[in-house]
């Protein structure tokens, strides 16, 4: 752990007084379940994006290509190591991860998670109350990218331990023919990529 304070590439608080403020964490604070971050990836690409997301009640966060990449438990600085060791091994040329840890949400609050072909992938949090569908969360999430596949959608949804696959067709939902789908905390989507 020594030496690492010389690697920070955000500023941290001048002077030494500890700050336990439940807004920002410190580089050497462990992030924790319910974290909001805000993770910038350089560079940037059409499939490696960073963005706004919440660690979920697993301890993970979910990127494109990536998938779930279990974070609870590092410091600020290990999971930045973690992320760039997992992105240089196939992806990226030397990236650089910065995570701002923006906000910590109540323990209560429920997130689901949205990879592949949408503008803003990532965490996204159930309306405290009421429910989240399909349709709704590709909105939140800016929409399909041009070359989203919108009848092949993936909804992976993981119940006393068992995974499901949902199959979902955004096209025949929004033309009426099927009823949209409500989605569960814990649930990731991923909409995948038109061949043509």
Do not use: C
Not at 46 to 57: A, L
Not at 86 to 102: F, G, K
Not at 138 to 147: E, K, P, Y
């Amino acid at each position: 752990m020594m030496g690492w304070g010389a690697e920070e590439s955000v500023p941290s608080n001048q002077g030494g007084a500890q700050t336990t403020s439940s807004v920002r964490k410190q580089k050497e604070d462990k992030l924790e379940a319910g974290d909001r971050l805000n993770l910038k990836i350089f560079p940037q690409d059409q499939y490696v994006t960073g963005g706004e997301m919440v660690i979920s009640n697993q301890g993970d966060i979910a990127l494109p290509l990536l998938g779930r990449v279990k974070v609870e438990g590092l410091t600020i600085v290990e999971a930045e190591k973690e992320l760039v060791r997992l992105l240089a091994q196939d992806y990226l040329v030397n990236p650089v991860v910065v995570i701002e840890v923006t906000k910590e949400i109540r323990k209560d609050e429920k997130a689901l998670s949205v990879l592949g072909q949408v503008q803003k992938p990532g965490t996204y949090q159930i309306p405290e109350l009421g429910k989240l569908t399909l349709l709704q969360l590709i909105s939140m999430a800016g929409g399909f990218t041009d070359v989203a596949n919108v009848k092949k959608i993936k909804i992976i949804r993981k119940e006393k331990g068992k995974v499901s696959i949902i199959r979902a067709n955004a096209e025949a939902i929004i033309a009426g023919n099927q009823p949209d789908i409500e989605l569960a905390e814990g649930d990731l989507i991923h909409v995948g990529e038109s061949l043509f």
